[in-house]
């Protein structure tokens, strides 16, 4: 199956990229791709404990099994503006 991965700010800028595919097996959780995109990108590791994940645009939880054509987006925790 193949996930779209999109990446935001500091996520972006550590891998240089907006997003890219991902492929993988059938009945993959969201925890195993963060797994397999920090594996490629041990720079990400450090942002782990406060990533924000999102599939379809919609907030997930690490033990969502992923579908073949999924849109997954990593995110940095957000903060507020002014009020």
């Known amino acids: 199956m193949r996930i779209q991965v999109r990446l935001f700010a500091t996520?972006?800028?550590?891998?240089?990229s907006r997003g890219f595919t991902w492929s993988s097996?059938?009945?993959l959780s969201l925890r195993e791709l963060v797994d397999g995109v920090v594996a490629k990108?041990?720079?990400l590791?450090?942002?782990r404990d406060?990533?924000?994940l999102a599939v379809?645009?919609?907030?997930?939880?690490?033990?969502?099994?992923?579908?073949?054509?999924?849109?997954?987006?990593?995110?940095p925790p957000?903060?507020?503006?002014?009020?």
């Open 78 to 83: 957000v903060s507020g503006g002014a009020r």
């Open 41 to 43: 990108y041990p720079r």
């Open 56 to 75: 379809n645009h919609d907030l997930a939880a690490s033990d969502r099994i992923l579908r073949d054509g999924d849109e997954v987006a990593l995110l």
């Open 11 to 16: 996520y972006r800028e550590i891998v240089g």
């Open 25 to 27: 097996r059938d009945g």
């Open 45 to 47: 590791a450090d942002h």
């Open 50 to 52: 406060t990533m924000l």
